[in-house]
Protein backbone atom coordinates (compact mmCIF):
# COMPACT_ATOMS: atom_id res chain seq x y z
CA UNK A 1 0.00 0.00 0.00
CA UNK A 2 1.58 3.39 -0.97
CA UNK A 3 2.52 5.77 1.40
CA UNK A 4 1.44 9.88 1.82
CA UNK A 5 -0.46 11.76 -0.84
CA UNK A 6 -4.01 12.84 -0.67
CA UNK A 7 -6.33 10.13 0.74
CA UNK A 8 -9.66 9.16 -1.00
CA UNK A 9 -12.40 11.73 -0.67
CA UNK A 10 -10.17 14.48 1.15
CA UNK A 11 -10.87 17.77 0.46
CA UNK A 12 -13.15 20.69 -1.02
CA UNK A 13 -15.82 19.17 -2.79
CA UNK A 14 -16.00 20.19 -6.24
CA UNK A 15 -18.45 23.20 -6.56
CA UNK A 16 -18.07 24.12 -3.33
CA UNK A 17 -17.86 27.56 -2.69
CA UNK A 18 -15.03 29.70 -0.75
CA UNK A 19 -15.48 31.21 2.65
CA UNK A 20 -15.75 34.74 0.40
CA UNK A 21 -18.36 33.51 -1.99
CA UNK A 22 -20.60 31.97 0.68
CA UNK A 23 -19.99 35.29 2.52
CA UNK A 24 -21.22 37.52 -0.88
CA UNK A 25 -23.86 35.42 -1.30
CA UNK A 26 -24.61 35.74 2.32
CA UNK A 27 -24.53 39.76 2.16
CA UNK A 28 -26.76 40.20 -1.01
CA UNK A 29 -29.17 37.64 0.44
CA UNK A 30 -29.72 39.31 3.61
CA UNK A 31 -29.96 42.40 1.76
CA UNK A 32 -33.36 42.06 0.23
CA UNK A 33 -32.07 43.94 -3.21
CA UNK A 34 -32.17 42.71 -6.81
CA UNK A 35 -28.44 41.55 -7.93
CA UNK A 36 -28.29 44.86 -10.12
CA UNK A 37 -29.34 46.99 -7.12
CA UNK A 38 -26.44 45.70 -4.81
CA UNK A 39 -23.95 45.17 -7.75
CA UNK A 40 -24.87 49.45 -7.94
CA UNK A 41 -24.51 49.58 -4.43
CA UNK A 42 -21.27 48.31 -4.29
CA UNK A 43 -20.40 50.40 -7.40
CA UNK A 44 -21.27 53.64 -5.82
CA UNK A 45 -20.03 52.74 -2.12
CA UNK A 46 -16.74 54.86 -1.90
CA UNK A 47 -15.71 53.26 1.37
CA UNK A 48 -15.64 49.39 -0.54
CA UNK A 49 -12.19 47.90 -1.72
CA UNK A 50 -11.44 49.61 -5.41
CA UNK A 51 -11.44 45.99 -6.75
CA UNK A 52 -15.20 45.34 -5.38
CA UNK A 53 -16.23 48.41 -6.65
CA UNK A 54 -14.60 47.30 -10.26
CA UNK A 55 -15.94 44.04 -10.14
CA UNK A 56 -19.48 45.52 -9.26
CA UNK A 57 -19.00 47.80 -12.11
CA UNK A 58 -18.36 44.64 -14.49
CA UNK A 59 -20.76 43.09 -13.42
CA UNK A 60 -23.55 45.59 -13.55
CA UNK A 61 -22.65 46.50 -17.17
CA UNK A 62 -23.91 43.91 -18.58
CA UNK A 63 -27.74 44.50 -17.22
CA UNK A 64 -27.53 47.91 -18.18
CA UNK A 65 -25.81 48.42 -21.57
CA UNK A 66 -26.38 44.50 -23.12
CA UNK A 67 -24.75 44.21 -26.47
CA UNK A 68 -27.09 44.59 -29.31
CA UNK A 69 -27.61 41.45 -31.29
CA UNK A 70 -26.14 41.66 -34.98
CA UNK A 71 -28.59 42.66 -37.81
CA UNK A 72 -28.46 40.10 -40.66
CA UNK A 73 -28.03 41.45 -43.63
CA UNK A 74 -28.11 39.92 -47.21
CA UNK A 75 -23.92 39.56 -48.60
CA UNK A 76 -23.31 39.54 -52.31
CA UNK A 77 -20.08 38.56 -53.67
CA UNK A 78 -19.49 36.19 -56.66
CA UNK A 79 -19.43 32.48 -55.93
CA UNK A 80 -18.28 29.32 -58.69
CA UNK A 81 -21.44 26.94 -60.10
CA UNK A 82 -22.11 24.24 -57.62
CA UNK A 83 -23.54 21.60 -59.30
CA UNK A 84 -21.33 18.35 -58.16
CA UNK A 85 -19.81 17.64 -54.78
CA UNK A 86 -16.38 18.46 -56.63
CA UNK A 87 -17.47 22.10 -57.13
CA UNK A 88 -17.82 22.52 -53.42
CA UNK A 89 -13.88 23.32 -52.67
CA UNK A 90 -13.77 26.21 -55.08
CA UNK A 91 -17.27 27.35 -53.60
CA UNK A 92 -15.73 27.71 -50.19
CA UNK A 93 -12.48 28.98 -51.44
CA UNK A 94 -14.26 31.62 -53.04
CA UNK A 95 -16.42 32.30 -49.49
CA UNK A 96 -12.73 32.00 -47.93
CA UNK A 97 -11.74 34.72 -50.62
CA UNK A 98 -14.43 37.17 -49.78
CA UNK A 99 -13.70 36.83 -46.15
CA UNK A 100 -9.83 37.77 -46.63
CA UNK A 101 -10.55 40.28 -48.51
CA UNK A 102 -13.41 41.97 -46.64
CA UNK A 103 -16.55 41.67 -48.27
CA UNK A 104 -18.16 39.92 -45.76
CA UNK A 105 -17.20 39.25 -41.88
CA UNK A 106 -16.57 35.88 -40.17
CA UNK A 107 -19.35 34.68 -38.90
CA UNK A 108 -21.35 35.54 -42.55
CA UNK A 109 -18.74 33.12 -44.00
CA UNK A 110 -19.78 31.01 -41.77
CA UNK A 111 -23.28 30.75 -42.41
CA UNK A 112 -22.72 30.59 -46.02
CA UNK A 113 -20.36 27.90 -45.60
CA UNK A 114 -23.11 25.89 -43.68
CA UNK A 115 -25.28 26.68 -46.85
CA UNK A 116 -22.82 24.89 -49.38
CA UNK A 117 -22.12 22.14 -46.61
CA UNK A 118 -26.16 21.67 -47.03
CA UNK A 119 -25.77 21.89 -50.59
CA UNK A 120 -22.97 19.05 -50.54
CA UNK A 121 -25.25 17.01 -48.86
CA UNK A 122 -27.93 17.53 -51.22
CA UNK A 123 -25.94 16.77 -54.38
CA UNK A 124 -24.05 13.69 -52.77
CA UNK A 125 -27.56 12.31 -51.14
CA UNK A 126 -28.98 12.77 -55.59
CA UNK A 127 -25.94 10.98 -56.45
CA UNK A 128 -26.29 7.92 -53.95
CA UNK A 129 -29.96 7.99 -54.82
CA UNK A 130 -29.18 7.31 -58.71
CA UNK A 131 -26.39 4.65 -57.94
CA UNK A 132 -28.80 2.85 -55.93
CA UNK A 133 -31.15 3.01 -58.83
CA UNK A 134 -28.39 2.14 -61.41
CA UNK A 135 -27.49 -1.08 -59.22
CA UNK A 136 -30.93 -1.86 -58.40
CA UNK A 137 -31.85 -1.91 -62.38
CA UNK A 138 -28.93 -4.23 -62.96
CA UNK A 139 -29.79 -6.75 -60.53
CA UNK A 140 -33.20 -6.82 -61.79
CA UNK A 141 -32.98 -7.67 -65.22
Known amino acids: MPKGGAREGA ?3 PGTLNQRSVEMA ?4 GSGKSPLEY ?3 VMMDES ?3 KRRDWAAE ?3 AFIHPRPAPVPRAVQFQLPTIDTAKDMPGAIAGVLKAAAEGEISPSEAQSVVAIIEAQRKAVET ?5 RIEALE ?3 AK
Do not use: H, M, P, S
Not at 126 to 130: F, G, I, K, V
Open 39 to 41: LLE
Open 11 to 13: GRK
Open 26 to 29: ADIL
Open 48 to 50: ADQ
Open 59 to 61: KAA
Open 126 to 130: TDLLQ
Open 137 to 139: GRV
